[in-house]
């Protein structure tokens, strides 16, 4: 079956920078899209990036657009996150998630990985 195993949160100063990390496993096709949401308290679950597997489309959340970067390494079966110019309100635990609907759903995708915590602090 799918599994995800997610990495590289942490604590980080505003503006700086963190890649986070998805390593997929288990794929029986190479039509999986992933995803990144984020759950913060006082915030409602965000979708914040999703890249499909067919033809590599990407999505942002507009509260990242032009901060986060989401690409993929085919060879690794991995996928990352790339954070930059990070804010307090950026902290939350992230998740790695994967699913065989479209990015506009990535909310409901079926798999999810463990979760990694991202703080934004000074």
């Known amino acids: 079956q799918l599994q995800l195993v997610e990495s590289g949160g942490g604590l980080v100063q505003p503006g700086g920078s963190l890649r986070l990390s998805c390593a997929a496993s288990g794929f029986t096709s190479d039509y999986y899209a992933i995803g990144w949401v984020r759950q913060a308290p006082g915030k409602e679950r965000e979708g914040v990036s999703c890249i499909t597997s067919s033809d590599g489309s990407t999505y942002y959340a507009d509260s990242v657009k032009g901060r986060f970067t989401i690409s993929r390494d085919n060879a690794k079966k991995t996928v990352y996150l790339e954070m930059n110019s990070l804010k307090p309100e950026d902290t939350a635990v992230y998740y790695c998630?994967?699913?065989?609907?479209?990015?506009?759903?990535?909310?409901?995708?079926?798999?999810w990985g463990q979760g990694t915590q991202v703080t934004v602090s000074s």
């Open positions: 998630t994967a699913g065989q609907r479209g990015c506009h759903q990535q909310l409901d995708f079926g798999t």
